[in-house]
C-alpha cells in the first residue's frame, strides 16, 4: 500500500510538474509614486496659473483611478469632473484625447463613445509611459481651450517625465 501512495503522489508530482512553465514570466507593472503624481498636477496647475488659467490637473494610474487632483485657485467646480475624465479617457484608449478628437471626427462610433460614462473627447489628456507601458495619464481643464489644457498637462508630464521607472 505504501508503494502504491508513493507511486500516485510521484505521478501527480510530474503532472504539476509538467503543467508549470519551465521559466515562469513575472508581469511587470510600474507605477508613478505619489510623489511625482503630486508634483505633475502641481505643475500643470502653476503651468496655467503663469498663462492666467485657472486650472484642474488630475493624474490617473493606468486603470484610469485618480492618483493626484489639485484644483488651482478659482478653478470651477465642473473642473474636477473635466480633468479627471480627460485623464480616464486618456488612460483607457491609451492614447492623448487631442488626437482621440482628431480620430472621432471622421469615426463614426464617435457619437456612441460620447454616451459612455467618464469619457470626454476633449484636448488636455496625456497619457504616461515608461518604454511602451502606459503607467498613467495627466488630465487638465480651466483653461479656455482643450489645447491650452493639453499644454499644461504636458508641462505637469514634462516635470516628472525624467524620473519615471
Known amino acids: 500500500m505504501t508503494t502504491t501512495i508513493f507511486a500516485a503522489l510521484l505521478g501527480g508530482g510530474i503532472v504539476l510538474a509538467l503543467a508549470a512553465p519551465a521559466h515562469p514570466q513575472a508581469l511587470q507593472t510600474h507605477r508613478i509614486p505619489a510623489a511625482l503624481a503630486l508634483e505633475a498636477v502641481g505643475e500643470a496647475v502653476a503651468a496655467c496659473s503663469r498663462q492666467g488659467?485657472?486650472?484642474?490637473?488630475v493624474l490617473v494610474d493606468a486603470d484610469g483611478v485618480r492618483q493626484a487632483v489639485l484644483?488651482?485657485?478659482g478653478a470651477g467646480a465642473h473642473t474636477l469632473d473635466s480633468a479627471n475624465d480627460k485623464a480616464y479617457?486618456?488612460?483607457?484608449?491609451?492614447?492623448?484625447?487631442?488626437a482621440l478628437v482628431e480620430r472621432a471626427k471622421t469615426a463614426p462610433?464617435?457619437?456612441l463613445l460620447a454616451k459612455l460614462p467618464h469619457l470626454l473627447l476633449f484636448g488636455?489628456?496625456?497619457v504616461?509611459?515608461?518604454?511602451?507601458?502606459?503607467?498613467?495619464?495627466?488630465?487638465a481643464a480651466g483653461a479656455p481651450?482643450?489645447?491650452l489644457d493639453d499644454h499644461c498637462a504636458r508641462a505637469g508630464?514634462?516635470?516628472i517625465k525624467d524620473r519615471l521607472r
Not at 488659467?53 to 490637473?57: D, I, L, P, R, V
Not at 479617457?89 to 487631442?98: C, E, P, V
Open 145 to 147: 481651450g482643450g489645447d
Open 128 to 139: 504616461i509611459n515608461i518604454g511602451d507601458e502606459v503607467v498613467g495619464a495627466i488630465g
Open 53 to 57: 488659467y485657472s486650472e484642474t490637473a
Open 157 to 159: 508630464l514634462d516635470k
Open 71 to 73: 484644483r488651482g485657485d
Open 89 to 98: 479617457t486618456a488612460a483607457s484608449f491609451k492614447n492623448d484625447t487631442a
Open 109 to 111: 462610433i464617435a457619437p
Open 124 to 126: 488636455g489628456g496625456v
